[in-house]
C-alpha cells in the first residue's frame, strides 16, 4: 500500500519525552500489537505500535520522531500498515498478565483494554525510569490491577518489573504478554523461563525495518530467519528461545551491535 | 537435481538477490522452508552501508517499488552470514557483490571466498546506487573487465544480473560473456517512482527506484528472449515470476532457470509451489525435461 495521509486531530503530553498524535483515521480491524509505519515526510519512515486504532504514541529518541515532534494540530503525516501480528487474544475469564516497560506501553494499553472487553482478568506490571515517565497508568488501572514500579522509586515500588514478576505466581495467568526496551523484556524473559512459562509468554520485538512487508530481510531473527516484520513483531517465548533476543540486533546495515 | 554453470540445483527456482538475503539464517530458511533450488545473497560491497531513508520499499497495485541503496555488513562481517548458510541450506548459495570498479569487485570477491559460496552474481545493475550497479552496468567496456577481473581472481561460475535501464540489452549481456560470464541473470529492476499525491514527496526516501513484481513480467521476458538469441551462455530469468505459469513462460522465452523475489510477499514456500507446478506441466505435456522447453518460443515461427 502507498502510505495513507492522516491529519493530527489531537496532540497530548505524555511524558517529558512522550507524546500522543491521535489522526483522523481509524484502523477498525487492526489487533493490538500490530504495527504501522509513520512516515515523517521528508525525513524517514519508522515502525510504530498503535496505541489504540487511530493514535500512536512516540517517545522522541531520532531524526523521524523529533520531526513528529514539530508537527502541530492540523499537520499531517504518512502511515502504511497495520502490519504483522499482534497479541493472542485472552478466552472469558482467563487470567492476563501484562509487563510493560517505557513506550513498550504503546500496543499493551489497546491489548489491556480488549483483554478486559472479552471478559478477561487483566493484571498490569508497569515499570519506567521515574514517576514522570510513566506512561498509561489511568489506561492500565482502568483495565484491572496495577502495579507500578520506577527505577528512582518516585512512584511505586523503587526497583524493576521483575522484582514484582519474581512475587508472582506466573502460572496462574493463560497470557502473558511483554513489551519494553530489549534489556528489560530479556530480563523478563528470564524470570518466566526459571518458572517454567516462557513458552506461552508473548513478547514484542523491536529490530530495525526496511520494508516492512517481509520482503527485504533487514529484520530477520537468528537461528531460524524469522522476520520480525511480518512473522512477529509480536512472538511467543517459544519461538525466541535460544535465539538473538537479549543478545544483539543488527543495524541498518545488517552488522550485528550487541544489546 | 538440475545442472546449470557446474552447480547442482534441487529444482530450476531461486531466491533472487536483495530478498530475504541479510543474514545466513534467513537464506537458510528460503532453501529448507521455502524450497528455493538455489538461494542468492542481497548483494555485498567493499564496506558496510546503511542504504537509503526509509521508505525503502512500497507495494503498489502493479508491483513493487523500492530503493533499498545497497545496505550491507561489507564482505569482511558477511563471510560469516554465508558460512552460516551453507552448513545446513543443502543448496547452493551464490554471493551477490558489488563495487566501483573492477578492482573493487574483485576485493569483494576474494574477500568472501573464505566463506565458501558456490559462486558469484554480478550487481551491475542496480538502478539507485550512486557510482555503482547500473552506473557501471550500462557500459559494456565496464561490464567485460569486471566480468574478467572477477573470473581472474576464482574459479567459481560468475553470473552477471543486467539492467533491463539501457536500450540495448544485448550489447550488456555479450560484454558479460567476452568477460567470461558462465551466465546472464535479467532483469533487475525497472526504473519507477511514486508521488504521494495529498503532500508532493516522492514515496521513496531515495525519491526513485526501483519496480519488480507483475508488472516488469513481460519487460523480463522480452530481455530473456533477446539475450537467449544473443548469447551462448545460459540466461536466468527474473522479473516478475510468481507462479509456475510465469516461471514456465520465462524459461519458454529463453531461461534455463527462474529466479523469485518479490513474490516472498505472499508466501515463502513459492519456490516449492513453483517447481511443483513446472513438473507436473512438464508431465502434462509430455517433456521429459525442463531442458526440453527451454527457448521454446524461438522455435514456434
Same mark, same amino acid.
Given at each position: 500500500m502507498r502510505p495513507l495521509n492522516v491529519n493530527i486531530e489531537g496532540i497530548i503530553e505524555e511524558s517529558p519525552s512522550t507524546r500522543t498524535f491521535v489522526f483522523d483515521h481509524c484502523f477498525e480491524a487492526a489487533e493490538p500489537g500490530q504495527f504501522v509505519m509513520v512516515w515523517a515526510r521528508g525525513v524517514d519512515e519508522v515502525p510504530m505500535g498503535l496505541s489504540s486504532r487511530n493514535s500512536i504514541t512516540v517517545q522522541k529518541v531520532g531524526e523521524a520522531t523529533s520531526k513528529l515532534f514539530e508537527l502541530k494540530i492540523g499537520d499531517s503525516f504518512g502511515l502504511r500498515?497495520?502490519?504483522?501480528h499482534g497479541f493472542t487474544l485472552p478466552s472469558p475469564g482467563e487470567k492476563v498478565l501484562i509487563v510493560a516497560g517505557g513506550v513498550g506501553v504503546a500496543p499493551l494499553a489497546p491489548y489491556a483494554e480488549a483483554c478486559q472487553a472479552s471478559g478477561a482478568e487483566v493484571r498490569t506490571i508497569l515499570g519506567a525510569r521515574s514517576a514522570s515517565e510513566l506512561v498509561f497508568k489511568e489506561r492500565f488501572s482502568e483495565a484491572g490491577l496495577l502495579d507500578? /514500579?520506577?527505577?528512582?522509586? /518516585?512512584?511505586g515500588t523503587k526497583g524493576f518489573v521483575t522484582m514484582i514478576l519474581e512475587g508472582l505466581d506466573a502460572s496462574e495467568y493463560g497470557k502473558i504478554a511483554v513489551c519494553g526496551p530489549e534489556p528489560m523484556m530479556a530480563a523478563v524473559f528470564n524470570v518466566l523461563k526459571g518458572k517454567g512459562e516462557v513458552e506461552r509468554a508473548e513478547f514484542s520485538l523491536h529490530r530495525y525495518f526496511k520494508c516492512a512487508i517481509g520482503v527485504c530481510g533487514a529484520c530477520c531473527l537468528d537461528p531460524y530467519g524469522l522476520r520480525v516484520c511480518k512473522d512477529g513483531p509480536v512472538f511467543s517465548g517459544e519461538q525466541l528461545l535460544d535465539s538473538e533476543f537479549g543478545k544483539y540486533t543488527r543495524d541498518a546495515s545488517g552488522r550485528r551491535v550487541k544489546i | 537435481m538440475y545442472s546449470l554453470t557446474g552447480l547442482e540445483l534441487k529444482n530450476p527456482t531461486i531466491l533472487a538477490a536483495g530478498v530475504l538475503g541479510t543474514t545466513g539464517a534467513s537464506l537458510r530458511r528460503v532453501a529448507l522452508e521455502g524450497g528455493a533450488g538455489a538461494v542468492v545473497s542481497k548483494?555485498?560491497?567493499?564496506?558496510?552501508?546503511?542504504?537509503?531513508?526509509?521508505p525503502s520499499m512500497i507495494k503498489l497495485d502493479c508491483g513493487f517499488l523500492n530503493a533499498m541503496g545497497l545496505p550491507n555488513p561489507s564482505y569482511s562481517e558477511f563471510k560469516g552470514e554465508l558460512e552460516i548458510a551453507r552448513t545446513a541450506a543443502a543448496v547452493p548459495v551464490v554471493a551477490s557483490i558489488f563495487g566501483g570498479s573492477a578492482e573493487e569487485f574483485a576485493e569483494?570477491?576474494?574477500?568472501?571466498?573464505?566463506?565458501?559460496?558456490d559462486a558469484f552474481?554480478?550487481?551491475?545493475?542496480?538502478?539507485?546506487a550512486e557510482g555503482y550497479g547500473a552506473a557501471v552496468g550500462s557500459n559494456p567496456c565496464l561490464v567485460e573487465a569486471i566480468t574478467a577481473r572477477v573470473k581472474e581472481v576464482s574459479d567459481l561460475p560468475v553470473w552477471v544480473k543486467l539492467t533491463p535501464n539501457v536500450s540495448d540489452i544485448t550489447a550488456i549481456g555479450k560484454a558479460a560473456e567476452a568477460g567470461g560470464a558462465d551466465a546472464v541473470v535479467a532483469i533487475n529492476t525497472v526504473k519507477g517512482m511514486a508521488i504521494d499525491i495529498e503532500s508532493g514527496y516522492p514515496i521513496l526516501g531515495n525519491r526513485s527506484g526501483g519496480l519488480s513484481g507483475p508488472a516488469v513480467k513481460p519487460v523480463?521476458?522480452?530481455c530473456v528472449y533477446d539475450l537467449y538469441a544473443a548469447l551462448e551462455v545460459p540466461v536466468i530469468g527474473v522479473g516478475g515470476v510468481s507462479t509456475w505459469e510465469d516461471a514456465?513462460?520465462?524459461?519458454?522465452?529463453?531461461?534455463?532457470a527462474v529466479q523469485v523475489g518479490s513474490a516472498v510477499y505472499e508466501r515463502l514456500d513459492v519456490f516449492s509451489e513453483i517447481s511443483a507446478g513446472i513438473e507436473?506441466?512438464?508431465?502434462?505435456k509430455g517433456y521429459g525435461d525442463v531442458k526440453d522447453i527451454i527457448g521454446l518460443a524461438h522455435e514456434r515461427v
Open positions: 500498515g497495520p502490519y504483522g507500578i /514500579t520506577t527505577d528512582d522509586g /518516585t512512584e | 548483494s555485498i560491497g567493499p564496506e558496510p552501508k546503511k542504504g537509503h531513508p526509509n569483494v570477491a576474494e574477500g568472501l571466498l573464505p566463506g565458501k559460496p552474481e554480478l550487481n551491475v545493475s542496480c538502478p539507485h523480463a521476458v522480452k514456465v513462460e520465462m524459461i519458454m522465452a529463453g531461461a534455463s507436473t506441466f512438464l508431465g502434462r
